[in-house]
């Protein structure tokens, strides 16, 4: 059973920085992306950064909102993913979900962490 674990969730003030990992386990093969979804009360999941492999082509794909203050990187060899957040901003307050996905259309989440950043 593939069980991903989130860690480095928290309160932050704004501008300030947090870092998440992201760690599976189990038998998970063939990963073709990683990456972060968010979820804010009231609001639609949403992507916040994503690794995905087509062929020997890595994309890495930002929402808009991240504007250059995020930093998505993966450890493939360890089937780890993280995410270097800065300049925290109080509309980033919400639940950060860890995500997994294998060939051939297998989705993988993570119980979600909190973030939240106080004004």
């Known amino acids: 059973q593939v069980q991903l674990v989130e860690s480095g969730g928290g309160l932050v003030q704004a501008g300030g920085s947090l870092r998440l990992s992201c760690a599976a386990s189990g038998s998970i093969f063939s990963i073709n992306g990683m990456g972060w979804y968010r979820q804010a009360p009231g609001k639609q999941r949403e992507l916040v950064a994503t690794i995905t492999t087509h062929g020997s082509v890595n994309l890495v794909n930002y929402g808009d909102f991240v504007k250059g203050r995020f930093s998505i990187s993966r450890d493939t060899a360890k089937n780890t993913v993280s995410l270097q957040m800065n300049s925290l901003k109080p509309e980033d307050t919400a639940v950060y979900f860890c995500?997994?996905?294998?060939?051939?259309?297998?989705?993988?989440w993570g119980q979600g962490t909190q973030v939240t950043v106080s004004s």
């Open positions: 995500w997994f996905h294998s060939l051939p259309s297998y989705d993988y």
